[in-house]
């Protein structure tokens, strides 16, 4: 995002410009292809944050993991169609289109929805350590690619606790938070 604002600068008074418009196709697709169970709660920035009641997800690691790696199939489609109907815009920004790739959070844990000003925004322990996990180090133990990271009590939830590879994150005000990174690409 920062390398569109440079790109394309701040100015919308033309329209919105050509890479603006491709994250908000990107973000469409991911929006558009998750789970029935899923449901969007907001978008920040280049970011989808949605929820599930758990008791939809409970054992259905199976089908959530499918749901996703079809998620991200619609990811991968938006980001070739982005590519293909850029025509002769090459900028610095739009040309990374090619190298966009999706990275997706899943954590099971106490939140609330709670009115602030005129927006229901989600609140609490399990939403601060989502926004955390982010920003992890699992792209430095599995590469720059796409994965879907899932904390161990999300793990245990869906009945995955033996797919993907093991993988923590540690926090000063929380501690060790274990979990699991499954490939969105390949079949598990």
Request: glycine share 10%; proline share 4%.
């Given at each position: 995002?920062?390398?569109?604002?440079?790109?394309?600068?701040?100015?919308?008074?033309?329209?919105?410009?050509?890479?603006?418009?491709?994250?908000?196709?990107?973000?469409?697709?991911?929006?558009?292809?998750?789970?029935?169970?899923?449901?969007?709660?907001?978008?920040?920035?280049?970011?989808?944050?949605?929820?599930?009641?758990?008791?939809?997800?409970?054992?259905?690691?199976?089908?959530?993991?499918?749901?996703?790696?079809?998620?991200?199939?619609?990811?991968?489609?938006?980001?070739?169609?982005?590519?293909?109907?850029?025509?002769?815009?090459?900028?610095?920004?739009?040309?990374l289109t090619?190298?966009?790739?999706?990275?997706?959070?899943?954590?099971?844990?106490?939140?609330?929805?709670?009115?602030?000003?005129?927006?229901?925004?989600?609140?609490?322990?399990?939403?601060?350590l989502v926004?955390?996990?982010?920003?992890?180090?699992?792209?430095?133990?599995?590469?720059?690619?796409?994965?879907?990271?899932?904390?161990?009590?999300?793990?245990?939830?869906?009945?995955?606790?033996?797919?993907?590879?093991?993988?923590?994150?540690?926090?000063?005000?929380?501690?060790?938070?274990?979990?699991?990174?499954?490939?969105?690409?390949?079949?598990?």
């Amino acid at each position: 995002m920062e390398a569109l604002g440079e790109s394309h600068g701040v100015d919308f008074t033309q329209g919105i410009p050509p890479g603006f418009a491709l994250m908000g196709a990107l973000l469409d697709a991911v929006a558009d292809g998750l789970d029935d169970a899923f449901v969007v709660a907001k978008f920040e920035g280049d970011a989808v944050f949605a929820v599930a009641d758990p008791d939809d997800l409970d054992g259905r690691g199976s089908d959530v993991v499918r749901g996703l790696r079809g998620t991200y199939a619609r990811f991968l489609q938006a980001r070739a169609d982005a590519d293909a109907g850029r025509g002769d815009h090459w900028c610095s920004a739009c040309v990374l289109t090619a190298n966009l790739d999706l990275k997706m959070v899943l954590h099971e844990g106490p939140f609330v929805r709670q009115a602030v000003q005129r927006q229901t925004e989600l609140l609490g322990p399990a939403v601060n350590l989502v926004h955390r996990m982010l920003k992890s180090t699992v792209a430095d133990h599995v590469g720059n690619r796409h994965y879907l990271h899932l904390t161990d009590a999300a793990a245990t939830r869906l009945g995955l606790t033996a797919v993907g590879i093991a993988h923590a994150e540690s926090y000063p005000d929380v501690g060790d938070v274990p979990g699991r990174v499954i490939d969105l690409a390949s079949e598990a």
